[in-house]
């Protein structure tokens, strides 16, 4: 934008309070896709907003669908105008700030080519090493894989043929990777050695959108800056720990996708675990980026291992059939499109872990997401023990409450903390009270698509918030017994939850059997 003070003074500190990014072309692979045009475009727009981007930056977009660079941005303006006036989308503004979207769209250039042809690779160098002579882009690339996963080995090779990985001294290189990585643990490890065999490790991004939420990242300011938290974040004081993401979208069109992945693979290894490793690793030694990942690997490494018959009976399935979700009739998951009449596909689960460390001996973790639910709700929620006994003995105290503390991820995001207190008046009763602290009451949250701070990230080479290989592997082999033992026994009740709902009876029965229960998505 010509106006901003960007353009004077590239080191300026933005107004977000940190400086911007170092010259760079993003090049985003698949940019006709949806993900470019509701999440990664938005993210860029709200980075310009910041002023976080340098006057450098310029965005390329690469498909093989038919399009001039007027074209793209045509497509993508619209896309900007349809989020405002619906403002249902990812991204959410009431007005479109002119200005900075005409600063970001006088940096696009389209290319249309095939990502199969080594010609359409040499046609990419060619425009980006012109960028770094005229826009001063200093040869410093941001490769966005926004493509269909078996595009991703293929697509990385021929960038490393055509030299385009290469790093220099003076310049930098590197890839951001979508889900899914791999649908299995030896896909993701074949992945792995396919990608390093044209790019070093420190080169590569690997994306879980979850950890751009605030909200994750605060499990981590909640434990490691408070004093008050750590010392009782233990087996010592916590009988069992629940993360939940419930959603109320069915699979939205996506049932040839959905159908070869299932609600397992779609959300667990990844974002459920992402969840998972924030609450439960070990400090780091520090916020460096080698730091949080060694700690986070080890946790999910120390999940143990599952025998098939352990699989059958810690974990539980379900797929929806007809129902009424938020108030609207919606089909059964086997009536949606592209997805098979008799699928086995699973839209819920649920499952038990436990984590073999000092930590966590004993401690019970379960994991639950599910599509059409009664309610969008993701959530950490960590009960503690009871009070050892009652003290309570000849009152009307019948029993005691357990204390809880809720971590709510998302929507509604904040942190609840439940504990019993004397009812008011001359005999003693307990009520179950609550302190919370809601986000919206102490901080002015930015627009957000999660995207920004990762893009941000990775133009600026912090990779704390990214996935290493070995996080990528952990949570496949965490999973894979459950994956193994429901190929090996396909199910026979499905469809065996209403859309709706919690879910299937059987996650009930999972909890009750240790004497617990969910807590309540309503
Ligand atoms: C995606 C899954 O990775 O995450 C979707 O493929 C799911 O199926 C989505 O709906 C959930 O993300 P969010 O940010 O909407 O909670």
Redesign the pocket.
Known sequence: MEAMTLEKDQTAVAPCGVAPAPPCAMVILGAAGDLTKRLLVPALYDLVLEERLPPQFRLVGVAVTPLTTADWKQSLTDMMRQFVAEDDGEFHADHIDEKAWRWLTERMTYVQGDLNDPEMYRRLRDLLSDLDKNAGTAGNYLFYLAVPDRLFGPAIGRLGAAGLLQEGKDHWRRVVIE?PFGHDLESARALNAQILKALKEHQIYRID?FLGKETVQNVMALRFANGLFEPIWNREHIDHIQIT?G?T?GVEGRGKFYEKTGALR??VPN?MFQLLAMTAMEPPISFEAEAVRAKKAEVIEAIRPMTEEEALRNAVRGQYGTGTVLGRRVKAYREEPDVAPHSTTETFVAFKLNIDTWRWAGVPFYIRTGKYMSRRR?EIAIRFHQAPFSIFRGTDVERLHSNWMILRI?PDEGIGLEFAAKRPGPTVTLGNVSMDFAYKNYFKLAPNTGYETLLYDCMIGDATLFQRADNIEAGWRAVQPILDAWAKNPPKDFPNYSAGTSGPATANELLARNGHGWRGLD
């Open positions: 889900k959108h993401a959603e979208v779609d959300m974002h993701t998302q």
